[in-house]
């Protein structure tokens, strides 16, 4: 088994037409926007704008007028309610804006978030037990419920009545809910249906301040829902749901919201991350707010990352900001050890697998998923982690465009606990009993589907380019691009034969690649993140796809290639 060499493909010229229609932006930037469909003067104005396709009413949605009609209900007659979320970013940032937005309404709320380790995803009967001792009427869950309609009728039979919004696939049978807001369900009319859960709860909370009840609400009326769009561009990007629409129209509402940070905990939060608040993009939320805002959940508790973005105190949240710093270092180092160990497990078992495949009993079920991750983008193939525990076995899966996991897990649900996901990620939950053979099942159905294919993970570029071309004008253009991510990818780029002038492995680990490039005109330093081991191996001459991007350090700006992969120069793609 060996890391793979990529493909890249480059995106072919743009029209006639579209030069015409596009003569206000650089060559360059043209053929970006024809690359992502936008051939037109007004569909590209619409798009660099990030303006709605069509106004929408959140109304529309099946479920809205009901649960706005309870929310308020609970609030007049002083109802405790609770907000049910989950433990990733997504979960955490619509239990915070929704929770603080009833705050504001004058409500007794409480957030409630479960433990990954002690009670597992979504809603589960013993925390809608505590919530009834805390005298909890009204519970609202927020990125999670939709799969849980025996729940529901739990809490039903505890006197609880539940409002549920979720943006995941609903199962076979919808809960019996007061109300169920998912733009997924069956009829439902809102044109947009990849909202994150945490754009539900902020539409949620939108509908609630505009449809106050008249009388002794007037406080409502300095009330506003977009100074809370600082977490939905959060959960939004960090969920990985695509910036395209609506959602592409919130993330960029809410960076902006984020370049003038007022809330304690995201100034705390940029500050350990380095991050300058004006520079901010999607790429840092992925990259660097994300990462630290997940790793409460995926080694303790997610109940720290709440509280970084709802508390007021300054101290407190420099605390807990560095906290989960330093619990992200810490899931760093768990991921690269799982990793490491999960490779020497694949490589005894069948180094020419189609599925990797690692069970064991220390790995970490919070960062199993992360080092499943890393497998699948090192070889380009579908991977396992588990976590083996006493009686069952809990993992999480990563897959390629050639392999549907969760469509090969469904062939195997007659020996599963439970499992679910979708083409790209699953998870599962196995009786240890059955492990052997739900091994050997999936690995038939990998290799039936798998074998004979050229297994070569394909990077698309935008267009070639001599590094002379690049000028900074260029990054002005790009940054009308952001938020970049799933659906809407950053703008890449190939360069021929360029000369390396000086090399380096960087970072604590030597797991990074400096680079110093030339094509005789220009020169750049460029990165090449976790291509530090290429270092003894580099030709002098390479090929190389890469973003540009400036890059800010110890209070320097410097222009910068992002290397995505390289090759000797000359190297057939």
Known sequence: MSTLSKRWQVASPVSAEAISELGDYSPIFRQILFNRGYSTHDSAQRYLHAEPQQEVDFQEMRGVPEAVERIWAAIQQDEPIAVYGDYDVDGVTATALLGQVLLSLGTRVMGYIPNRFDEGYGVNNEALDYLHTQDIRLVITVDCGIRSPEEVEYARRLGMEMIITDHHHPGAEMPDARAVINPKQPGDPY??????????????????????????????????????????????????????????????????????????????????????????????????LGP???????????????????????ARAAYLAQQLDNQNRERQQITRDIQEHAEQQILARDPDANLLIAVDASYNPGVVGLAASRLTEK??????????????????????????????????????????????????TVHNRHLDELIERLTSIANQELSGLDLR?????????????????????????????????????????????????????????????????????????????????????????????????????????????????????
């Open 379 to 428: 070889y380009y193939r579908p991977a396992i982690v588990a976590q083996k525990g006493e009686e069952y076995t809990r993992a999480s899966c990563r897959s390629i465009a050639e392999f549907h996991i969760t469509r090969a897990l469904d062939q195997c649900a007659d020996i599963l606990v439970h499992h679910g996901g979708h083409a790209a990620a699953a998870g599962f």
């Open 191 to 288: 044109p947009d249906k990849d909202l994150a859960g945490v754009g539900l709860a902020y539409k949620l909370a939108e509908a609630l301040l505009k449809n106050a009840p008249s009388g002794g609400y007037g406080r409502v009326e300095a009330l506003t829902a977009t100074e809370y769009l600082d977490l939905v561009a959060l959960g939004t990007v960090a969920d990985l749901v695509p910036l395209v629409g609506e959602n592409r129209c919130l993330v960029r509402a809410g960076l902006d919201n984020i370049r003038h940070p007022s809330r304690q905990g995201l100034i705390a939060l940029l500050g350990v991350s380095g991050i300058n608040p004006s520079q901010i993009n999607s790429e840092h939320i992925g990259f660097a």
């Open 292 to 314: 630290r805002l997940n790793a409460a959940g995926r080694l303790d508790s997610a109940k720290a990352a709440l509280e970084l973005l709802t508390t007021p105190d300054r």
């Open 457 to 573: 993970p394909v990077l698309q570029a935008d267009a070639q380019v001599a590094l002379s071309e690049l000028r900074p004008n260029l990054l002005k253009e790009l940054a009308w691009l952001q938020p970049t991510g799933q659906g809407n990818p950053q703008a890449m780029f190939v360069s021929r034969d360029v000369q390396i002038r000086q090399s380096k492995a960087v970072g604590s680990d030597k797991a990074h690649l400096k680079l110093v490039l030339t094509d005789g005109k220009i020169t750049y330093d460029a990165i090449a993140f976790r291509m530090g081991e290429r270092q003894s191996e580099l030709p002098n001459r390479i090929d190389i796809l890469f973003s540009f991007e400036l890059n800010e350090y110890n209070g320097r700006t410097t222009l910068q290639l992002n290397i995505r992969d390289l090759k000797p120069a000359g190297t057939l793609d």
